[in-house]
């Protein structure tokens, strides 16, 4: 089983500022298997990254994926208002599928 | 647009059984394989099974292999989770989950159905 680590688990940050989420694999990841999920309170996950970098329909561009192999990041080049929530990496190329403990983003 | 909505959850005591059902609609659902991922209260994310678009493929976390059997019926445009012998730590909010291919993302979520188990 291939375990997910986030961080850091919170985030304390305003809006307007450059965010980077860390996720970092305990054996490598399938060909880039990688998405990350951003979940509301009172809300299912919603898709956000797939296959590492690529974004989903929908997704502003202000959210970007990157990495290979056992190290990932999920970047938001400037925090808006609704961004404030947490966010899950979830490795699809082996099973059983895995997802990370989460990272808060919260407001300062 | 996608739908997927669960239902048949609630308060179930721990060894007894209880079925969740999620119904699609807004894409082709019999050429889609299907997940359930469930949410402990105040938890993380967990993978609890999925099947394939025919059946023909399933599986699950090694937590719930042995007591949860996942079926779908194409003709219904749904998806099931017999969740048998219950057990305190399954209770979580349970969604029903769309992905693109077998081994692929879950590109689409149900709002959830909650299962609560205790006595």
């Known amino acids: 089983e291939i375990v997910l680590t986030q961080s850091p688990g919170t985030l304390s940050l305003s809006p307007g500022e450059r965010v980077t989420l860390s996720c970092r694999a305990s054996?490598?990841?399938?060909?880039?298997?990688l998405a990350w999920y951003q979940q509301k309170p009172g809300q299912a996950p919603r898709l956000l990254i797939y296959d590492a970098s690529s974004r989903a329909t929908g997704i502003p561009d202000r959210f970007s994926g990157s990495g290979s192999g056992t190290d990932f990041t999920l970047t938001i080049s400037r925090l808006e208002p609704e961004d404030f929530a947490v966010y899950y990496c979830q490795q699809y190329g082996s099973s059983p599928r895995t997802f990370g403990q989460g990272t808060k983003v919260e407001i300062k | 647009e996608v739908q997927l909505v669960e239902s048949g959850g609630g308060l179930v005591q721990p060894g007894r059984s209880l079925r969740l059902s999620c119904a699609a609609s807004g894409f082709s659902f019999d050429i889609y394989a299907m997940h359930w991922v469930r949410q402990a209260p105040g938890r993380g994310l967990e993978w609890v099974s999925g099947?394939?678009?025919?059946?023909?493929?399933?599986d699950y976390a090694d937590s719930v292999k042995g007591r949860f059997s996942i079926s779908r019926d194409n003709t219904k445009n749904s998806l099931y989770l017999q969740m048998n012998s219950l057990r305190p730590e399954d209770t979580a909010l349970y969604y029903c989950?769309?992905?693109?291919?077998?081994?692929?993302?879950?590109?689409?979520w149900g709002q959830g159905a909650l299962v609560t188990v205790s006595s």
């Open positions: 099947i394939s678009w025919n059946s023909g493929t399933v």
């Open positions: 054996q490598s990841v399938s060909s880039s298997d």
């Open positions: 989950a769309k992905v693109d291919q077998w081994l692929g993302y879950f590109d689409s």
